[in-house]
């Protein structure tokens, strides 16, 4: 418990620190707290772990879209990240936590198709997820119990943060337009969203 409350302080410091103010800060962790009575690590790794295959499927559908060579360049590299932290969730979900980790889902895009004359809209999906991802992480870390878990967490949220600015940047090479100042960095605060609204978010694109 002490260990806890040593990490919820900690948490509010960081939100304090990046320019917040401590009320709103203690607000947050508070409505984060409420709003996901129940949610144990253990869920938090397989809700990631299944924003983790959605991540891979995506980027994977992507580099089938004929982009130039650079956006390509690094389509494929995020690619190997996020087969990286798909592996690094089951590892742990399977070691340390000694339980199964959650099956990969199919995926399904709707009407988005994965060619030439739909390269912008597939960008401005990746935007959006990669705008999720980063929420639900930044949602999930005061929840987190465990330290490695946590600290893993943070650097996930940061790799997904930077796929979200150099997807930004793909956007404007390619001539359009995207939310917010028209530069990669688009924010200077990330906003997190709970477990229950990462779940529905990627649950969209679970094919039923």
């Known amino acids: 418990m002490q260990e806890k409350t040593m990490v919820r302080r900690q948490f509010v410091k960081v939100l304090t620190a990046a320019g917040l103010s401590a009320a709103f800060a203690k607000g ?11 949610i144990g690590d253990l869920d938090i790794l397989n809700l990631a772990l299944t924003a983790e295959y959605l991540a891979s499927d995506f980027y994977t559908r992507a580099l089938m879209v004929p982009f130039p060579g650079d956006i ?15 592996q690094a969730l089951r590892d742990t979900i399977a070691g340390p936590f000694k339980a ?18 739909s390269r ?15 929420g639900a992480y930044l949602g999930a870390i005061p929840l987190i119990q465990n330290k490695a878990v946590l600290s893993a967490a943070a650097s996930i949220a940061m790799n ?25 960095v688009g924010r200077a605060f990330a906003k997190a969203i709970t477990p229950e609204e ?3 978010a990627v649950q969209g694109f679970i094919r039923k």
């Open 28 to 38: 947050f962790l508070g409505q984060a707290l409420a709003q996901s009575k129940g």
């Open 72 to 86: 390509r360049d690094y389509l494929a590299e995020a690619l190997k990240h996020e087969e990286a932290h798909v």
């Open 100 to 117: 199964t980790p959650v099956a990969r889902p199919q995926f399904t895009y709707g009407d988005l198709r994965f060619d030439a004359a």
């Open 120 to 134: 912008l809209k597939v960008l401005e999906t990746l935007i959006a997820l990669e705008t999720a991802f980063t």
């Open 160 to 184: 997904e943060e930077a796929h979200l600015a150099l997807a930004r940047d793909a956007v404007l090479e390619l001539g359009s337009k995207v939310e917010g100042p028209q530069t990669p």
């Open 198 to 200: 990462a779940t529905k």
